[in-house]
């Protein structure tokens, strides 16, 4: 009984063998599957660091700035006034310091009461980015000693630029402080808990969480929509001792193999590039390749169900589309309605992105609840993918 069943699972497993060789002669024959899943993900990479190191420092950010500061001080005690240096001019030489800043104007309230109609007309038609408004007390405050406040209105078209917007003038206010010898109400450390050393890639390191778990996933996904529907000799094979469980199983160890050379490129353009990883290299990998992997186990399950070609793809398109939507890079899942939401975290990439977010910037384990969300999607998939292949009818 024993010796029957080790014939048979040595049987079955050359059987396996002979269909997983005869897979990577499928992929030979078409290289730029091949190179879609090897070349390019490391491609992109390579030259995402080399577009961010080569871009410098972004295009000085268009300002005006117009000051209701006033440099009469009036005694509370007598109603007597008097004359101090106003800090405005040293403000206004700290814009002009700034790389990041462009004065292109300088409105007085004082001698021009509709300063800020005609600031706000130049944001609107776009001719600046940013007003920089001094307040009345500005000066007096600072004589005092006390904190003086410096007020923004920054054009909200792009949300994405506000941010930046911020730090451009945050960045006038520290050569002010500086200049002016003033005490600052915060401080700021050279190396922060979760921040990027200086002498790694700061742009790729900025961009890497978003980029990588999209591309990975979406690779694996075009590399394998096709793989079933494709193939012709399938029904043929069927005449054969070849079962549909070990056409299926030889197809998903062979992408998976391939995943696992593609994963390997990502992580070596990438260190070559620059990217920090706070935690374990191999935890890394281990997020790659669980999302690769269900790049794959969605994109094997297209293609059971699709009857040709042409189905498999606008399936694809459809399905991505709607994974890229509720993933959370757009719109964050919190915002979303309670229905989506819940939708929302069946789908890979809503855990990809906290997944690698978690261990490339924090340092955290892999086995996580993301990771593990990740996994059960991938079998369920897997499944799936099986019953319905195994109903399929294929015509000789």
């Given at each position: 009984?024993?010796?029957?069943?080790?014939k048979?699972?040595?049987?079955?497993l050359?059987?396996?063998?002979?269909m997983?060789?005869?897979?990577?002669?499928?992929i030979?024959?078409d290289?730029?599957?091949?190179?879609?899943a090897?070349?390019?993900?490391?491609g992109?990479?390579l030259?995402?660091?080399?577009?961010?190191?080569?871009?410098?420092?972004?295009?000085?950010?268009?300002?005006i700035?117009v000051?209701n500061?006033?440099?009469?001080?009036?005694?509370?005690?007598n109603?007597t006034s008097s004359?101090?240096?106003?800090?405005?001019?040293p403000?206004?030489?700290?814009?002009?310091?700034?790389?990041?800043?462009?004065?292109?104007?300088y409105?007085?309230?004082?001698?021009?009461?509709?300063s800020?109609?005609?600031?706000?007309?130049?944001?609107?038609?776009?001719?600046?980015n940013?007003?920089?408004?001094?307040?009345i007390?500005?000066?007096?405050?600072?004589?005092?000693?006390?904190?003086?406040?410096?007020?923004?209105?920054?054009?909200?078209?792009?949300?994405s630029?506000?941010?930046?917007?911020?730090?451009?003038?945050?960045?006038?206010?520290?050569?002010?402080?500086?200049?002016?010898?003033?005490?600052?109400?915060f401080?700021l450390?050279?190396?922060?808990?979760?921040?990027?050393?200086?002498?790694?890639?700061?742009?790729?390191n900025?961009?890497?969480i978003?980029?990588?778990?999209?591309?990975?996933?979406?690779?694996a996904n075009?590399l394998?929509?096709?793989?079933?529907?494709?193939?012709?000799?399938?029904?043929?094979?069927?005449?054969?001792p070849?079962?549909?469980?070990?056409?299926?199983?030889?197809?998903?160890?062979?992408?998976?193999?391939?995943?696992?050379?593609?994963?390997l490129?990502?992580?070596?353009?990438?260190?070559?590039?620059?990217?920090?990883?706070r935690?374990?290299?191999f935890?890394?990998?281990?997020?790659?390749?669980?999302?690769?992997?269900?790049g794959?186990?969605m994109?094997?399950?297209?293609?059971?169900?699709?009857?040709?070609?042409t189905?498999?793809?606008?399936?694809?398109?459809?399905?991505f589309?709607?994974?890229?939507?509720?993933?959370?890079?757009?719109v964050?899942?919190?915002s979303?309605?309670?229905?989506?939401?819940?939708?929302?975290?069946?789908l890979?990439?809503?855990?990809?992105n906290?997944?690698?977010?978690?261990?490339l910037?924090?340092?955290n384990?892999?086995?996580?609840?993301?990771f593990?969300?990740?996994?059960?999607?991938?079998?369920?998939?897997n499944?799936?993918?099986?019953?319905?292949?195994?109903?399929?009818?294929y015509?000789v």
């Amino acid at each position: 009984m024993q010796q029957n069943l080790r014939k048979k699972l040595k049987t079955q497993l050359f059987r396996i063998l002979k269909m997983i060789k005869k897979e990577f002669r499928l992929i030979k024959i078409d290289p730029w599957n091949l190179l879609i899943a090897l070349l390019i993900p490391p491609g992109i990479i390579l030259l995402f660091a080399f577009m961010t190191e080569e871009a410098g420092d972004p295009a000085p950010l268009p300002v005006i700035v117009v000051s209701n500061d006033s440099n009469t001080f009036i005694n509370p005690n007598n109603y007597t006034s008097s004359t101090w240096d106003n800090y405005t001019i040293p403000y206004l030489k700290a814009v002009n310091k700034s790389n990041l800043l462009d004065l292109k104007g300088y409105y007085n309230s004082t001698n021009e009461p509709y300063s800020m109609e005609m600031a706000r007309q130049e944001l609107l038609i776009g001719n600046i980015n940013t007003i920089i408004v001094i307040p009345i007390e500005f000066t007096e405050l600072l004589q005092l000693g006390y904190p003086g406040i410096i007020e923004c209105i920054i054009d909200s078209s792009r949300v994405s630029k506000i941010q930046d917007n911020i730090n451009a003038v945050y960045d006038s206010i520290q050569i002010f402080v500086r200049d002016n010898n003033l005490s600052p109400q915060f401080e700021l450390k050279v190396f922060e808990k979760f921040s990027v050393p200086s002498n790694y890639n700061l742009g790729l390191n900025a961009n890497f969480i978003k980029l990588l778990p999209l591309m990975v996933f979406g690779i694996a996904n075009v590399l394998t929509i096709l793989v079933i529907v494709k193939e012709n000799p399938i029904s043929r094979l069927l005449l054969t001792p070849v079962k549909k469980s070990e056409i299926l199983l030889s197809k998903y160890i062979t992408y998976s193999a391939v995943l696992l050379v593609q994963d390997l490129g990502i992580i070596s353009a990438a260190l070559a590039s620059g990217l920090y990883i706070r935690g374990s290299i191999f935890e890394l990998f281990g997020a790659i390749y669980i999302i690769g992997y269900s790049g794959i186990s969605m994109g094997l399950f297209i293609s059971s169900l699709s009857k040709s070609k042409t189905e498999a793809n606008q399936l694809f398109f459809a399905s991505f589309i709607i994974i890229i939507l509720l993933s959370g890079l757009f719109v964050p899942l919190g915002s979303m309605p309670i229905y989506l939401n819940l939708f929302a975290q069946i789908l890979p990439l809503s855990h990809a992105n906290p997944l690698v977010n978690s261990v490339l910037s924090k340092g955290n384990s892999i086995f996580e609840y993301h990771f593990y969300v990740l996994l059960f999607v991938s079998l369920a998939l897997n499944i799936i993918t099986f019953l319905v292949f195994y109903k399929r009818r294929y015509e000789v």
